[in-house]
């Protein structure tokens, strides 16, 4: 908020706000809440606007492909936003359009065998995303407050996120004070587990504590540098280890470079 407040008072509004007419009179504005009062907090009385005939489910689509253009949008926002533009495009069209419904089904954007063609995935396919990413992220629609700001802070990721987005919110509430008792949080499988426990009717205080008590295993992140590649750079004589090898050694000289630049 007070980087746009700095920037209009710099530069004025620089994209108009999007409104249409209300019945009663005036305007509602779809897009530029933020805008309009950063206008006014550094004194200004008129907001640039376009003025769009919209309906109801129009005015939510609006609202949402606004906000999606948006940097830094968090999981919490994406979560609102793709719900509100589902349920938009059930209200307006009842059913997804047959031409959705015939995408390629090897199309990275095409959903599951195993789900039928759904709402959620004409979503994904106008976000350019899966219909299972659209699905996920609804389901994060499911978490107490808590949890979400803990996802939104990135204190919890998205993938162990999804899983308990399943629980019920008494299951949430008790994950929120073992993780308080323990100081951690959940791993993905850890979270898959609960969200096991749960469907089973099983997940109770003793097991949580259980879970969340096991030394989570440290994740292991993997650099994979495709070897078509790196051959164009090695004679056709080197094999594989000493290709790894030589790079070794270059990044070493590189690293005794740089140093010897900073002691300068």
């Not at 249409?20 to 009062?37: A, W």
């Not at 008790?174 to 009717?201: F, Y």
Request: glycine share 4%; proline share 5%; aromatic share 4%.
């Amino acid at each position: 908020m007070k980087d746009i407040i700095d920037s209009i008072r710099e530069r004025g509004v620089v994209v108009p706000a999007i409104v249409r007419p209300r019945d009663e009179g005036g305007y509602e504005i779809i897009s530029g809440h933020r805008r309009k009062l950063a206008s006014e907090r550094v004194g200004l009385s008129a907001l640039p606007c376009i003025v769009r005939e919209l309906n109801d489910n129009e005015a939510v689509i609006q609202l949402v492909d606004s906000n999606a253009q948006r940097e830094n949008v968090l999981p919490s926002e994406r979560a609102k936003a793709y719900k509100m533009r589902m349920e938009a495009i059930k209200r307006s069209a009842g059913r997804p359009r047959k031409e959705l419904s015939e995408i390629d089904p090897l199309s990275e954007k095409a959903p599951n065998n195993s789900a039928h063609f759904r709402s959620d995935d004409e979503v994904g396919i106008i976000e350019g995303v899966s219909g299972d990413t659209i699905r996920n992220f609804i389901s994060l629609n499911n978490l107490v407050p808590e949890l979400m700001t803990l996802v939104d802070d990135r204190k919890i990721a998205l993938t162990p996120a999804y899983q308990l987005a399943n629980l019920t919110e008494a299951e949430q509430r008790l994950l929120l004070e073992t993780m308080d008792s323990e100081q951690a949080t959940p791993s993905v499988s850890q979270a898959q587990r609960m969200k096991r426990l749960s469907q089973s009717g099983e997940l109770n205080e003793d097991t949580m504590l259980q879970i969340m008590m096991e030394q989570k295993k440290p994740e292991r992140e993997n650099i994979i540098l495709p070897l078509e590649r790196l051959r164009g750079f090695f004679p056709k004589s080197y094999t594989p280890a000493r290709i790894e090898s030589t790079i070794f050694k270059l990044l070493e000289a590189w690293q005794r470079k740089r140093q010897r630049g900073q002691e300068r």
